[in-house]
């Protein structure tokens, strides 16, 4: 053995850094289009050119890449720890009514009743705010809400969960007992939050008027460059000895723990970073789309998500992403030219990609590339 | 107050500063043990065993796994352990790293360490590793990242993200798969690897951790005639300064292990949830109730 201790180390090492420098110029040029091609084709190119990009698409990606934030945090959890969530749209309604309430309180008195309290409370004959809506003025405490609220649920939930040793498909199950109780709770008026009708009909953010192009470009802006950056940090975490400590608990747990790890916190370390970043993507999915409302938190959106992950390729990243934009690209061009057609077509495609393609899109490329 | 109680007081009084005056005089004698400061939570072998069972019982639904299981094993020993189907050699070993808690009974590892107090990660990390029968891997990392992850480092979740290999660790990592004939198969995936090489890898990983104690639980399972041997090879060469529990139903690797390596190696016969004989190899063999039991032929 000596022998070996005095050679040089002759083990090949795994690459390092997080990406190769081909993906480094990818995520450059994604950061290129996001921040500077999208706003230079909407903004300045005249609307009758051929390359002018339309409000509808702008908004249309926006929307899109909030889904695929939701879509990458659902992979770091179940694609990298084997942690099927069928709960995930309860952090990413959580997050958008942490920001629907601020938007709220920016309506001012120019709503219906032209009175200081959103309609709805002025509907309900509420006098005053509920506890829940202390800080709601504020749009600093309300992002930091935007983190707390899902961080904290998540916390609690996945702590006894995983402390209990809740595995598999229980887990999954209990995650959508979790998302359905609180869409229960958020149909109700007493609740504080708009009830069924949720919050919409924003005006304002900071100040500023929401709808006009400009703004609408910034929170593009915002979202394409978050997206982007949760794609850099889920890759680090998944590239560190961390994400390997996940992927041992996702093949085989009883060995992580005799090898001396505690798979609680690392199961509830990822548990809670994913659902921060659902909860950030429903935050910024909120003033884009206009409407936060309880049907956010049923249980088929919650599905949804982890339907993205896997027609894109669940353990791959980019997979889940490319995954969120097929499937809603598709939903929109589907809705729009065969209205009636789109669930058929939806069902067709799971079954397809359940079959064929058990590694989703991207297993498909990695196959072409490979050669038969 | 009588007289007698009066007289008994005395002599205990006298007695016991007789004792005082004795200590304080710092002198010598068996005293000095008491000043052997022992620190909980770190292993201490003083007195000898590195493990202690006493009357460990589990059942379940009225099964008794284990009946009244008592075994003591010494530090640097290497100890065999057979019996039949049922024994309960597996649930033994669930017993000592935590994954089954019994009814009854005391586990200690050391003096200090109460095994029945602490959880599985924990156990794992005081210093026992432990082998499964069916070897257990990492299926989807490579080899090399096998052993990195099984490398005696801080297990924490914040040390894991920010951990960085040192060109020491590298070292070991390469040493040890040279050691376990894995060195160029590093780069593959864990689960391609053969039978023979899982189990070579899992041995691999259990040594990474720096254990003191090695549970193996069938470690030749699967493995052709040469690895037997090499594998008998490398536990002898870990005798003496780690301390290691073989369950095993190859006889002749039972017999490789004891006939070398250091003199009067014992080996344990469970039967029925508890220790049936206990001796040299050649007393067990002889010995009428385990052949009726076990050997049988």
């Known amino acids: ?372 | 107050m009588t007289p007698e109680l009066m007289k008994a007081g005395a002599l205990a009084k006298i007695e016991h500063e007789r004792r005082i005056a004795a200590i304080s005089g710092g002198g010598g004698g068996r005293e000095t043990s008491y000043g052997r400061i022992v620190q909980p939570g770190q292993l201490d072998v003083a007195h000898g065993a590195i493990l202690y069972l006493d009357d460990i019982t589990v059942s379940f639904d009225g099964f008794k796994a284990l009946n009244a299981l008592s075994l003591s094993i010494s530090a640097g020993e290497l100890r065999c352990i057979i019996g039949p189907n049922g024994a309960g050699k597996t649930t033994m070993m669930d017993v000592i790293t935590g994954k089954t808690r019994p009814d009854l009974g005391k586990a200690f590892f050391g003096s200090t360490i109460d095994l029945l107090r602490l959880r599985e990660n924990e156990i794992a990390d005081v210093g026992i590793g432990r082998k499964f029968q069916k070897p257990t891997v990492f299926e989807h990392l490579s080899v090399f990242e096998n052993l990195e992850l099984a490398l005696k480092a801080d297990r924490g979740v914040r040390a894991s993200m920010f951990f960085r290999l040192s060109g020491e660790q590298l070292d070991r990592i390469g040493a040890m798969l040279l050691l376990i004939h894995l060195k160029d198969s590093a780069q593959r995936t864990a689960g391609l690897l053969s039978h023979g090489q899982k189990q070579w890898l899992e041995i691999g990983m259990l040594l990474m951790q720096d254990p003191k104690l090695l549970l193996l639980d069938e470690p030749v399972a699967g493995m052709t005639d040469e690895e037997t041997e090499r594998t008998a090879e490398l536990f002898l060469s870990l005798e003496g300064s780690h301390s290691l529990v073989v369950v095993e139903h190859d006889m002749k690797f039972i017999g490789e292990l004891t006939q070398n390596g250091k003199n009067g190696k014992k080996v344990t016969v469970l039967h029925e949830g508890s220790v049936l004989a206990e001796g040299l190899l050649s007393e067990v063999q002889a010995n009428e109730k385990v052949v009726e039991v076990y050997l049988g032929r």
């Open chain 1, 1 to 372: 053995m000596s022998a070996v201790l005095s050679t040089p180390m002759a083990v090949p090492l795994p690459a390092g850094g997080i990406l190769t420098g081909k993906s480094w110029s990818a995520v450059f040029t994604a950061i290129v289009v996001v921040a500077v091609l999208v706003p230079v084709l909407n903004l300045m190119t005249p609307a009758d050119s051929a390359l002018h990009l339309s409000d509808y698409a702008v908004q249309l990606i926006a929307k899109i890449m909030c889904y695929a934030i939701s879509a990458l945090a659902m992979d770091l959890i179940w694609g990298y720890t084997g942690i099927l969530s069928l709960g995930h749209g309860v952090f990413f309604a959580l997050g958008g009514y942490c920001m629907g309430m601020y938007l709220m309180r920016q309506i001012g008195s120019d709503g219906q009743y032209r009175l200081p309290m959103p309609d709805f409370m002025v509907f309900l004959n509420w006098k005053q705010f509920p506890w829940t809506w202390a800080v709601s003025d504020s749009f600093a405490a309300q992002m930091l809400l935007v983190v707390l609220v899902p961080g904290l649920l998540a916390f609690v939930f996945g702590f006894f969960a995983f402390r209990s040793r809740i595995k598999g498909v229980y887990f999954s199950i209990i995650t959508q007992a979790m998302t359905y109780a609180a869409m229960l709770l958020f149909f109700r008026n007493e609740t504080g939050f708009g009830g069924n009708n949720g919050f919409t009909d924003f005006k304002r953010i900071l100040g500023t008027p929401i709808a006009t192009p400009s703004m609408r470009m910034l929170l593009f802006v915002i979202t394409g460059l978050t997206l982007i950056g949760f794609f850099l940090l889920a890759k680090w975490l998944v590239t560190s000895k961390f994400g390997r400590v996940l992927q041992a608990i996702r093949d085989a747990e009883t060995r992580v723990m005799f090898t001396g790890y505690d798979p609680l916190r690392y199961k509830l370390a990822i548990w809670v970073i994913s659902a921060v970043m659902c909860g950030i993507a429903g935050a910024l999915y909120v003033p884009q789309v206009g409407i936060i409302n309880p049907g956010e938190m049923s249980p088929a959106a919650s599905i949804e998500i982890a339907i993205w992950a896997a027609v894109g390729g669940r353990g791959t990243l980019i997979g889940p992403i490319i995954g969120a934009f097929f499937v809603n690209g598709a939903k929109s061009w589907f809705t729009q030219a065969f209205p009636e057609f789109w669930l058929y077509f939806l069902g067709a495609l799971f079954i397809a990609v359940t079959i064929f393609l058990p590694q989703g899109i991207i297993g498909l490329v990695r196959r072409k590339k490979e050669g038969p």
